[in-house]
């Protein structure tokens, strides 16, 4: 099944609001626009099973719209959430659970024209399993990443990815109450301006992926990493880089 609230001409699109108790869900949603994305709110008091192969609140211009779900229990989604936008900010997904959460797919808030990415908030009070490449990069300006653990996380990410071409490298902060391990490629670049902000945080030993990259890649200077840690190990399976890699006069970061 379909849910579609797009704008069929000019304008924003549409809104879709769930309450719910638990279950599963497993329509495709669309609520794209051409002057602005609309918004998908899901509220459950229990757990969450969100099966869809693609969501997607998408905009020709203007913001991106956003994407919340909150899950009274477990929360698991499984398919792609799109907020993007041509020329503006891209928009906002954000994904929370009281208990454990499973997310796979492609999460992608960019802004592919002008504009500066968008914004992905996921929070769970336990384990957070996320095997999800997520994407929130601008032309003018990286978006931020920010999840949050009260457990052990996990990213088998493929790409986590807040870069820019003209302004500053976005934020990506993960952090765990427990173990955190991290696998594929987190990067805050910028091209033509400063590198971003990454941030990395556990309260049990840490597994770092094979590139951590804040780097200035044209001209102006490395972003920062920040590693901290409670545990006794930090697994180390590539390299952490905020070089400045260009011909002008930037400097690394740190």
């Known amino acids: 099944a ?20 638990q279950g599963e869900f497993t329509s495709s949603i669309f609520a794209t626009g051409t002057s602005g994305g609309g918004n998908i709110n899901i509220y459950g008091s229990g757990d969450l099973m969100l099966n869809s192969s693609n969501w997607d609140i ?11 779900i909150e899950a009274g229990g477990n929360l698991s989604v499984q398919g792609d959430l799109r907020a993007v936008s041509q020329s503006g900010s891209g928009g906002v997904v954000s994904l929370s659970s009281q208990a454990a959460m499973n997310v796979s797919g492609i999460i ?11 914004q992905v908030y996921i929070w ?26 009260g457990g052990d996380l996990v990213v088998n990410a493929k790409n986590l990815n807040v870069n820019t071409v003209t302004g500053t490298g976005g934020t990506l902060s993960l952090t765990a109450g427990g173990e955190l391990v991290v696998a594929g490629t987190i990067a805050a670049l910028s091209q033509n301006g400063d590198g971003g902000a990454i941030l990395l945080s556990s309260g ?48 690394g970061g740190s």
Do not use: E, H, Y
């Open 204 to 251: 049990g030993s840490m597994s770092l992926p094979s590139l951590v990259n804040a780097s200035a890649t044209a001209q102006g200077t490395g972003g920062s990493v920040s590693i901290t840690t409670g545990g006794t190990t930090i697994n180390a399976n590539g390299a952490v880089a905020v070089r400045a890699d260009g011909a002008g006069t930037g400097s």
């Open 124 to 149: 769970s009070a336990q384990q957070g399993q996320l095997p999800s490449t997520i994407i929130a990069t601008g032309i003018d300006g990286g978006g931020r990443i920010d999840i949050k653990s």
């Open 108 to 118: 992608d808030v960019s802004a592919t024209g002008s504009g500066t990415g968008g």
């Open 58 to 68: 998408s905009t020709t211009a203007g913001f991106g719209g956003t994407v919340l």
């Open 2 to 21: 379909t849910i579609d609230v797009s704008a069929s001409g000019d304008g924003k699109g549409g809104d879709v609001v769930i309450f719910t108790s």
